[in-house]
């Protein structure tokens, strides 16, 4: 098993920086592909950033890409999500993920075995 918690959120004003955390705890850190998603109000979940198990490589949603950096500490356990330049339309609840078997370039919402509850951003225009 595997615990996720995230942190992190709040309100920000558009053009603004915010960065989430994601702490993990209950299986070797290291195995695990991590990831980042995001549900915007009234919408679907939807993958936002990718990182490998040895954090040597990263996938991006388009929406972001440029933005926002993940990364991932292995002696801390944890999964950061760098956030700059906000924009009204990133608003949404943050979750982090993690998926035992894949890989990166396959990550996506219906395929990850354990997630976090969320942390919300807001952000204003």
């Known amino acids: 098993q595997v615990q996720l918690v995230e942190s992190g959120g709040r309100l920000v004003q558009a053009g603004g920086s915010l960065k989430l955390s994601c702490a993990a705890t209950?299986?070797?850190?290291?195995?695990?592909?991590m990831g980042w998603f995001r549900q915007p109000p009234g919408k679907e979940r939807e993958f936002v950033a990718a990182i490998s198990r040895n954090g040597g490589g990263t996938r991006y949603a388009d929406s972001v890409k440029g933005r926002f950096t993940i990364s991932r500490e292995k002696a801390e356990n944890t999964m950061y999500l760098q956030m700059n330049s906000l924009k009204p339309e990133d608003t949404a609840v943050y979750f982090c993920?993690?998926?035992?078997?894949?890989?990166?370039?396959?990550?996506?919402?219906?395929?990850?075995?354990?997630w976090g509850k969320g942390t919300l951003v807001t952000v204003s225009s």
């Open positions: 993920a993690a998926d035992v078997f894949g890989s990166i370039m396959t990550m996506n919402v219906d395929g990850m075995d354990y």
């Open positions: 209950g299986r070797t850190f290291s195995h695990l592909t």
